[in-house]
């Protein structure tokens, strides 16, 4: 009996296994979709100019193409200027920040965001992006400890502009999940620059990784 209750243990634990490498475009056959997905989240290089977006620009650009219709756009680098409302340590490596065009007080309700992802590689690079110093710098309203006094810290984030198709489905795994209000499935992804505002010069100021 014991035998048995461990192969299928064992079973079921390989069949999860591939199912995630599925979604991560990393299992054997996966779709040419998820390989592309894979291939433009593990970019490591910046891209030469960043074209100012809003969330209204995010929202504008085609959705439920073949990816071979939207490949195109993933080629440009982009720039959005915000407040985080909550950070997530993914289960990947990411470091993901639900962006909004406008500050929460301490006790408003989330609200529609764009998403905007910093992986291990670039997080990695430098202790000044680290998870607990990032936290820091962009004082989101969830995902430390504590809340940040003041509320989130007005922020600049850049980087490639990447259509993760996966979240513009219906009934998407992570509104099931979390309920999140979601913008789209557009994001920045990966982050390779983030400037925060100092009001005493009137400036943005880099975090240098």
Do not use: C
Request: proline share 6%.
């Amino acid at each position: 009996m014991f035998r048995v209750v461990a192969m299928v243990v064992f079973a079921l634990g390989a069949v999860m296994l591939v199912l995630f490498l599925g979604l991560l475009g990393e299992a054997p056959g996966s779709a040419i979709e998820s390989k592309h997905l894979r291939e433009m989240k593990e970019r490591t290089t910046a891209p030469a100019l960043y074209t100012p977006f809003t969330a209204d620009s995010f929202a504008a650009l085609p959705h439920q193409l073949t990816w071979n219709r939207y490949a195109h756009l993933e080629q440009r680098g982009v720039s959005m200027v915000g407040w985080v409302q909550r950070t997530l340590a993914a289960g990947d490596g990411d470091m993901h920040l639900e962006l909004t065009p406008a500050p929460h007080g301490e006790n408003a309700r989330d609200t529609l965001y764009v998403t905007a992802e910093i992986t291990p590689w670039w997080r990695h690079r430098s202790t000044a992006w680290s998870y607990e110093s990032l936290l820091a710098v962009l004082r989101p309203n969830d995902g430390g400890t504590t809340r940040w006094s003041g509320g989130p810290q007005k922020v600049r984030v850049s980087g490639w502009l990447l259509y993760d198709f996966q979240y513009d489905r219906p009934n998407s795994s992570w509104t099931m999940l979390h309920g999140a209000p979601r913008l789209t499935g557009w994001e920045i992804h990966p982050v390779t620059r983030i400037e925060a505002w100092d009001d005493a010069t009137q400036a943005w100021l880099e975090v240098t990784p």
